[in-house]
T-cell receptor, first 118, second 116 residues
């Protein structure tokens, strides 16, 4: 159990376009989902935390108007990169937690989405 | 702010060797520490999770230890195999609440290559 999927796994787009990435918990209800970004040979950096039905909490330095997060249901969160630029090219990974970020709950990670902006 | 450092950044060994990967963190106020494996272009697979009250966890050929007071953890891999080749990430969950509740702080990882 506790499987998290992401779609698409890989996307290439032109500069200036918007890209939507989906994160789904397949066999459990995820009260909290986390979005991370990973540059080559770098650590995962948390971008934002989203709780179902409420606004996402963004980390310092992450533009909320550029990275739109929607967590409309207990099994789906979406990250939309608006007006993407080449510097947004990265590996985006989501994770899902059953509890509301509770300390006792494990985060289950998705397989990631490779975004390349030309 | 919590900072997590992993040493070495890369490691290349012949099959069969016993390995030690190191992780250090700056703030000892953690709830738990977790070791992950990441294959190229893939997501994360959780290997071991150590609660702050524990000293070590074992799973098969893997053993992770935690010394919270000194801010260190080690991942020991016994009898390494080519299939162990991957990047190993260390992550800590802080004790703090509020905006830090549930978040993980990751190191950059150790890229391991085990050759036959």
């Amino acid at each position: 159990g506790a499987v998290v999927s992401q779609h698409p796994s890989r996307v290439i787009c032109k500069s200036g376009t918007s890209v939507k990435i989906e994160c789904r918990s397949l066999d459990f209800q995820a009260t909290t989902m986390f979005w991370y970004r990973q540059f080559p040979k770098q650590s995962l950096m948390l971008m934002a935390t989203s709780n179902e039905g409420s606004k996402a909490t963004y980390e310092q330095g992450v533009e909320k108007d550029k990275f739109l997060i929607n967590h409309a249901s207990l099994t789906l969160s979406t990250l939309t990169v608006t007006s993407a630029h080449p510097e947004d090219s990265s590996f985006y990974i989501c994770s899902a937690s059953r509890a509301a970020g509770g300390r006792t709950d494990t985060q289950y990670f998705g397989p990631g989405t490779r975004l390349t902006v030309l | 702010k919590q900072e997590v450092t992993q040493i070495p950044a890369a490691l290349s060994v012949p099959e069969g060797e016993n390995l030690v990967l190191n992780c250090s963190f700056t703030d000892s106020a953690i709830y738990n520490l977790q070791w992950f494996r990441q294959d190229p272009g893939k997501g994360l697979t959780s290997l071991l999770l150590i609660q702050s009250s524990q000293r070590e966890q074992t799973s098969g050929r893997l053993n992770a230890s935690l010394d919270k007071s000194s801010g260190r953890s080690t991942l020991y891999i016994a009898a390494s195999q080519p299939g162990d080749s991957a990047t190993y990430l260390c992550a800590v969950r802080p004790l703090g609440g509020g905006s830090t509740l549930g978040r993980l702080y990751f190191g950059r990882g150790t890229q391991l290559t085990v050759w036959p």
